[in-house]
């Protein structure tokens, strides 16, 4: 039953999630517009949504076992981050640093846009759910 | 949690930003130093960033990993009263190009705005994030 209620949840948690990735991903672009030879970097937000969907299991909490009777760690639920690539570059720059700000701004507020959409389609699921328990 | 991160991230690079802006105040504030504790005029100062690995793999911070000494060659000008001059009358000045300075203050100021912002942002997020399922 739980296990319906988290299954309707999930894709905007996936979502949630992959986005929140790649906002840290263009802060750290911000962050680095005047380190030189730094290269922007950012999500393919298509594959790593996918990847999160498709519960790729990372190997994120192996203990160590000094017996074959040591139980395995439990795997760690979160999807690798669907590797970051580099933003191809728009205008190049003497010290080779490829952050450009306008693209980095505009992608930051989009992507906080879309954050903020998926917290709202959240808000509006439980809100169904709700009503569909209370049945009033 | 990646949202966190981007508080490291942006704070890194608040700092490096702020280390910029103070060498390029000690610039411009020694722009006429003719002297300094070795005897010596001035020479500029200039940061070198460099960026340095986060919590997670792909997202860098910020660090300023040296200070250098501008190489360029220091202004010359003849000035016989001046007490630091030479037997023909040229003073040393230190080779801190103001014009140069002004711009990277700009430059600073602005990309530590810009990191604000990104830090405003993502507390933005974090906060309508913990009001999912009120109201």
């Known amino acids: 039953m739980i296990n319906k209620l988290d299954a309707a949840l999930s894709f905007h948690q996936n979502a949630l999630r992959v986005r929140g990735q790649r906002q840290e991903l263009i802060a750290a672009n911000i962050a680095n517009a005047d380190t030189p030879n730094y290269k922007a970097r950012d999500l393919d937000f298509k594959a790593a949504m996918k990847n999160a969907m498709s519960g790729v299991v990372n190997e994120g909490f192996n203990t160590a076992k000094t017996s074959p009777q040591h139980i395995d760690g439990l795997p760690t639920s979160a999807p690798s981050p669907g590797g970051a690539m580099f933003r191809p570059i728009i205008q190049g720059s003497v010290d080779g640093n490829t952050v450009d700000m306008d693209v980095e701004r505009n992608q930051f507020a989009d992507n906080a846009i879309r954050y903020e959409a998926s917290i709202i389609m959240i808000n509006g699921q439980l809100k169904k759910m709700l009503a569909a328990i209370q049945g009033q | ?135």
């Not at chain 2, 930003?17 to 130093?33: E, F, G, I, P, W």
């Not at chain 2, 340095?52 to 911070?61: L, Y």
């Not at chain 2, 801190?96 to 405003?120: C, G, H, L, P």
């Open chain 2, 1 to 135: 949690m990646s949202l966190f991160n981007v508080f490291n991230i942006s704070g890194s690079a608040m700092s490096a930003q702020s280390q910029r802006l103070n060498t390029v105040a000690s610039n411009l504030a020694n722009a006429d130093s003719a002297t300094s504790a070795n005897g010596t005029p001035y020479k500029a100062k200039q940061v070198v960033f460099s960026a340095i690995p986060s919590k997670s793999p792909d997202a860098n911070g910020v660090k300023v990993t040296k200070v250098v000494e501008d190489k360029s060659p220091p202004k010359i000008i003849y000035d016989p009263k001046h007490p630091m001059a030479d037997q023909k009358g040229y003073v040393t000045m230190p080779n801190v190009n103001v014009t140069e300075e002004m711009v990277n203050m700009i430059s600073a100021s602005r990309a530590y705005q810009n990191n604000v912002d990104t830090m405003n942002a993502a507390k933005t997020m974090l906060m309508k994030t913990l009001t999912i399922g009120q109201s």
